[in-house]
């Protein structure tokens, strides 16, 4: 046979692989590619694939499928490039991202998106800069000529663009060379300048090598002898890093900040100069492994119980609750589980709803179980959550504390997650889609993972309490706190009689004012509670009554004094305060409503003594503010916290004896059939910051309304008669838990489309699900925001009996016909399930 033959033959034989692609793009269908030969080998489920998308575009995917069929509507595009060697995601998370779309009604795409930190979704809108840790000679690497050359340009910038990169070696398709470098540990990709990675440095000093020889030191220190701080400086040195033990340790060298913190600065300076030390830099890694020394928990008796009916329920059920009042030890249980699960191999996922709550957490986890812990959280730059992931795929990180986005982590062998706070309504992302709620993605996560929820809360869900009483989860009951702490007393201040007798001071009612003060003589600390930022929630015109409103939403504007600015909170606009009512030229404007930043205000005036410091959105945007004000309040810088919900969990202080709640009227009359529970919720977790340790503790609740049988519960802490009444107003009204709602919200610009719309819609679903089961449409409360009309129409499905799929494919279906219609086109329509 001939050389020919043998190479037509071989063709013959040879397969065409195509491959179904997610791409993190908004759009229902999968993306088939074709698969060049030399790439075939490469080809498995759950590795980055690059492939062209549209014209222009350049897009990271996920294979989802290998097969053999090509498309037969289009012409399949080939691959770019692989870019991974194994897996970044894997089967069972595949699945459950398919579950993800399906359940909460969105794509694939979407779901991807969120799923997958931009440090892994290499696009032609990546940017590129060297890798901090990264030194060409250092590196067991080969560079080729262009690696080298693209390493030495990025040298010189502090970044650059895919097309920048493309431009300048003159190459179109500069995957391969920079897939290449990120293995190499070269570079790093990111997706917006905005998160550019700040390597941490540090200056370091070491003894130059020439004095490790025999004797050199000898002759330095005779030429010092006059020279007593410079000695000192050296000998200082020597002490810490023993060189005479083994010269290699003088390579690290010690901090200059520690050799600088007693010693003369200008005996450094000196020694430096003239060579004897040197200084250099290192770069360290956001996650040091340190060397802390690991400390196993000790359960009490009444915890140790606690924790083996967990496991006893366990066996049975794949959920159960622990209902414990705050204080009781619960975070104390989750250790001794995670310790349990650690030890039998598998991998945990310690939920939060807020990252509020992990600094104090991560300080308990990280001293027991040291470098097995990743924290993931949303403050992180990208590129500390791909070390995260990363970290996860390689078996770094057997642990994960994280908040809702953490279930995306590629997990491939977990045991437990652990909910902590289940009833948080963070733990559902509203915008943009997937609208999930990670409780109950990780409550599904046990089918695929077979493995365990613990969800925990001193004030439960209705639902998860709901499910925990029908037995379908385990329920464990902890009602006493560790130690000799007990729950705080309460004391109710009637602000109707406060006012009446002309005893209120500002905002505040005279029992919370002599409270406080009390706390000051004491020197403990308070917490006072008030869930609205800025100064108030709107200004109006005391001549006209007018109250300037957000121009794009239907939302009166928040006054914030600090900046003196308007500002909406929906869309963010802003405008500088009016000197003068802008309808009737009036100077008398009035703040109504009250604040974070009004109270934080007032006490300044009315304890001037005191030391206050606000903690809300506006007070932690920045990236370490939350830690430095926890850590302020702990070393006891700050007397009065004044914060909004933020201040209403997870911390745990040993001083603070007293809380103090505002607007605890208004909480309750809010317009939502979960204003009751919410804010039973809420007054029970910041109550529970109050007398954590040996003394007891103290809550003033600010109420117009003191006699109204809730704040009866919340002060006998009695959460089960607050669930039976409550329960019963659920059933009676179809609410959940007894039906399953899905909100649809439609949106377009004109108001009079929006309405027809939503019209139209809500006729076509009750055609087909029965106007029982379709509410509206309504407007909403805010009915505009970012200059879109809204319209909502409430669908209301009995549990249990109802073929879910089916009435999401109605849904769908109806919405598509709308959106088909010429004139309504315009429009947009959103599906939420279980959108509270
Ligand atoms: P919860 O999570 O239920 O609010 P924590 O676990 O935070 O309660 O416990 C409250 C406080 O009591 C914490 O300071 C915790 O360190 C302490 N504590 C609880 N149980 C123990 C224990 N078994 N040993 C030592 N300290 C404990
Ligand atoms: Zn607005
Ligand atoms: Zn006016």
Not at 86 to 107: D, R
Not at 172 to 190: E, P, R
Not at 273 to 299: A, C, W, Y
Not at 421 to 442: F, L
Request: net charge neutral.
């Amino acid at each position: 046979m001939s050389q020919l033959e043998l190479n037509s033959n071989a063709e013959e034989a040879r397969h065409t692989y195509f491959v179904d692609v997610i791409l993190p793009v908004p759009i229902p269908k999968m993306f088939t590619y074709r698969c060049p030969f030399d790439l075939e080998d490469f080809l498995q489920i759950g590795v980055r694939v690059i492939v062209q998308f549209g014209h222009r575009k350049v897009l990271t995917g996920i294979i989802s499928k290998v097969h053999e069929r090509p498309p037969e509507k289009y012409e399949a595009k080939y691959i770019l490039d692989v870019l991974d060697q194994s897996p970044v995601v894997f089967p069972q998370q595949l699945k459950m991202f398919q579950w993800i779309a399906e359940y909460y009604m969105c794509t694939l795409g979407e779901v991807l998106n969120v799923a997958l930190p931009s440090g892994l979704k290499l696009s032609s809108e990546s940017h590129v800069q060297i890798h901090p840790d990264f030194d060409m000679y250092e590196s067991v690497y080969d560079f080729s000529g262009k690696e080298e050359l693209l390493i030495e340009i990025l040298n010189k910038n502090e970044s650059l663009s895919y097309s920048d990169i493309s431009k300048t070696l003159q190459q179109k398709n500069i995957f391969s060379i920079l897939k290449s470098l990120v293995q190499k540990d070269a570079i790093i990709i990111y997706e917006e300048i905005r998160e550019k990675y700040k390597p941490k440095k540090e200056k370091r000093i070491r003894l130059n090598s020439e004095y490790l020889k025999e004797g050199a030191l000898e002759t330095v220190f005779e030429s010092l002898s006059k020279k007593p701080k410079q000695e000192e400086v050296l000998l200082f040195y020597l002490q810490q890093v023993p060189i005479y033990k083994q010269t290699k340790l003088n390579e690290q060298g010690i901090p200059k900040s520690l050799l600088a913190a007693d010693l003369s600065t200008s005996a450094i300076k000196t020694l430096t100069k003239n060579g004897v030390l040197e200084e250099f830099e290192i770069t360290i890694s956001r996650f040091p492994d340190d060397d802390q020394e690991t400390k196993p928990v000790h359960l009490t008796e009444i915890q140790e119980n606690a924790k083996s009916d967990i496991i006893e329920n366990f066996k049975t059920k794949d959920t159960v609750l622990l209902h414990g009042i705050t204080g009781s030890g619960k975070t104390e249980i989750y250790i001794s589980l995670i310790e349990d699960a650690l030890a039998g191999g598998s991998q945990v996922l310690y939920l939060l709803p807020e990252i509020a709550l992990t600094t104090q957490i991560v300080t308990r986890l990280k001293k027991v179980f040291g470098n097995k812990l990743g924290v993931y959280h949303s403050k992180f730059s990208d590129n500390e959550r791909v070390e995260v992931w990363n970290g996860v795929l390689s078996g770094r990180y057997q642990l994960v504390l994280g908040v809702r986005s953490s279930i995306f982590l590629p997990f491939d062998n977990l045991g437990l997650i652990l909910v902590d706070e289940e009833h948080e309504s963070s733990y559902k992302q509203y915008d943009p889609a997937p609208r999930y709620n990670a409780r109950d993605v990780a409550l599904y996560m046990t089918s695929i993972h077979h493995c365990k929820v613990l969800l925990g809360s001193a004030t439960p869900s209705l639902e998860s309490f709901y499910q925990a009483k029908s037995e379908k989860y385990g329920l464990i009951t902890l009602s006493k706190r560790y130690g000799n702490a007990t729950l705080p007393d309460f004391i109710v201040a009637d602000m109707i009689k406060e006012a009446n007798k002309k005893l209120l001071k500002g905002e505040f009612s005279s029992v919370l004012l002599k409270e406080l003060q009390t706390s000051l003589d004491n020197d403990e600390q308070a917490i006072i509670f008030q869930n609205r930022r800025g100064y108030s929630p709107y200004i109006s015109c005391q001549q006209c009554s007018h109250i300037p409103k957000c121009t794009n939403c239907a939302v009166s504007l928040t006054y914030h004094q600090f900046k003196k600015e308007l500002i909406c909170h929906y869309c963010g606009y802003k405008e500088k305060m009016p000197n003068a009512c802008e309808a009737c030229g009036s100077t008398s404007l009035q703040t109504i409503g009250i604040g974070t930043e009004k109270l934080e205000e007032e006490i300044v005036l009315l304890l001037p003594d005191s030391k206050v410091q606000r903690m809300d959105l506006d007070t932690t945007r920045s990236k370490n503010s939350y830690e430095r004000i926890l850590k302020d309040f702990e070393n006891k810088d700050i007397d009065i916290l004044v914060g909004t919900q933020m201040v209403s969990k997870g911390l745990d202080f040993d001083h603070v004896n007293l809380v103090g709640i505002f607007d605890i009227d208004r909480m309750l009359h809010f317009p939502d059939f979960r204003s009751y529970e919410r804010t039973f919720q809420l007054a029970t977790q910041v109550s529970g910051r109050s007398g954590r340790r040996e003394k007891k503790g103290k809550v003033v609740i600010q109420s117009k309304a003191p006699d109204l049988v809730i704040i009866k519960d919340i002060i006998e802490n009695n959460f089960t008669a607050f669930y039976e009444r409550e329960i019963n107003e659920r059933e009676i009204h179809r609410f959940p838990p007894f039906t399953r709602l899905i909100s649809v919200m439609i949106k377009n610009k004109d108001v009079q489309l929006a309405r027809r719309a939503a019209q139209r819609l809500s006729n076509l679903l009750i055609e087909q699900l029965g106007s029982q089961r379709v509410l509206g449409p309504q407007e909403p409360v805010i009915n505009r925001i970012r200059n879109e009309y809204l319209m909502e129409l409430l669908i209301k499905l009995e549990r249990g009996t109802i073929d879910l799929k089916k009435v999401k494919s109605i849904l769908q279906s109806a919405a598509n016909e709308i959106l088909e219609e010429k004139d309504l086109k315009s429009s947009r329509i959103i599906f939420d399930i279980d959108p509270y």
